[in-house]
């Protein structure tokens, strides 16, 4: 990344990086205003969809995680060059949020801990250099991309519990009040991003699926009905509902709902006591409400409380990058206020948690 430290033309970056999709900001901090903003796909999918598969390749081959560093900011240089559409500019300053695998993987620091009990990362504290800052992180599954988010969007100012979920491959849940926190995260996949094959928006996939259950062509267990089990619900020519993508679609819905009434649990409240329900992420979005509900991937109890907030993870690196240093400082205070109020747990040591799992499967 050719960064230089320029007073004039100076470019400031904020970048979200997902597994699937990294979502950009670029900013003229002479003036704090806007250039433009994007999304591209995370060049690393070459070395698998999820994180896992990308963790398994860094464990087995050192050099793997300085490639897959470099993938991301080489696609990111010349994605911001195609965008600006100019041969020169100076980029001063980048903020980086993301999942602890992604930010690790950009820091290029050992990602052995992320794969195996206790799931140490080696570093979740703020950390800058020359040319880049990577924001905080609650632990090894739950990253900047939630507490920049969530300070963002003000959670957690009130006795009252404000729910954020994130609707991407790791399907990330921050329960947040005044006083306490719970977060964790569900291995989702790339579902949410596109469920059927030639749908443009998961959420159009999903929008598909909903009208296909409330028609009856598929029941409430996810099954096609006998008489297209096997050719699927065609929708039009480019578009058909088979049974794995109605399965696959279960798995992650299921997995949201799950980690849901585990952090609900865990503060002792019912879906009905929670006050906002923000939605972030790709799907977050672009998310149909009416479809969200048919299929039960949220409480019934959200209905009047959802609010679709785009890519916080993004507008959180944004917010920083923006910000006075004494405006940084009250950040900071900010994050760590809220990290040391928030226990964050892993789902598969939550008791009772495979049979609420089970329970979230079905429409």
């Known amino acids: 990344m050719k960064v230089q430290d ?3 033309n100076n470019i400031g970056v904020a970048v979200d990086v997902g597994s699937t999709t990294i979502g950009v900001c670029c900013v003229d901090l002479e003036h704090n205003t806007e250039i433009l903003s994007f999304s591209f796909a995370n060049p690393q999918h070459i070395y698998g969809a999820d994180i896992v598969t990308r963790i398994k390749h860094c464990v087995d081959d050192n050099s793997i995680l300085h490639a897959m560093h470099v993938l991301v900011e080489e696609e990111l240089y010349t994605q911001i060059k195609v965008h600006l559409q100019e041969e020169n500019f ?9 999942n602890p695998t992604m930010l690790h993987i950009l820091q290029e620091l050992p990602v052995e801990g992320l794969a195996n009990a206790p799931f140490q990362p080696v570093n979740l504290e703020y950390t ?4 880049a800052k990577y924001l905080p992180g609650f632990s090894a599954f739950v990253g900047a991309d939630i507490l920049s988010g969530a300070v963002f969007l003000k959670m957690g100012k009130t006795e009252k519990y404000d729910l954020l979920i994130d609707l991407g491959t790791n399907g990330e849940i921050l329960l947040l009040n005044k006083n306490n926190g719970f977060a964790t995260s569900t291995a989702c996949g790339p579902v949410f991003d596109h469920v059927i094959s030639g749908a443009r928006y998961g959420s159009e996939s999903i929008r598909v699926i909903a009208n296909c259950v409330k028609r009856g062509l598929i029941d409430k ?11 699927g619900i065609v929708i039009d ?3 058909t509902v088979k049974q794995e993508n109605v399965r696959n679609f279960q798995l992650a819905k299921g997995a949201i709902y799950a980690g849901i ?24 979005f672009h ?3 009416g479809s969200v509900f048919i299929l039960k991937m949220l409480p019934e109890e959200f209905k009047d409380k959802i609010v679709v907030s785009g890519n916080t993870s993004l507008e959180g690196a944004k917010q920083w990058l923006l910000s006075t240093k004494m405006e940084q400082s009250d950040l900071l205070r900010e ?5 040391k109020r928030t226990e964050s747990f892993e789902l598969a040591n939550f008791d009772g948690f495979q049979d609420i799992y089970m329970n979230s499967l079905e429409f």
């Open 221 to 231: 267990t996810g099954k096609l009905t006998d008489a297209l089990f096997e050719k």
């Open 237 to 239: 020519k480019n578009l």
């Open 128 to 131: 800058e250099d020359r040319k």
């Open 6 to 8: 320029y007073a004039v």
């Open 261 to 284: 009434q585990c952090v609900l649990d865990k503060a002792n409240i019912q879906s009905n006591e929670v006050d906002k329900v923000y939605t972030s992420g790709g799907l977050g």
């Open 287 to 289: 998310m149909d409400k």
């Open 335 to 339: 994050y760590d206020s809220i990290r």
């Open 90 to 98: 100076c980029i001063s300053t980048i903020v980086y949020s993301g």
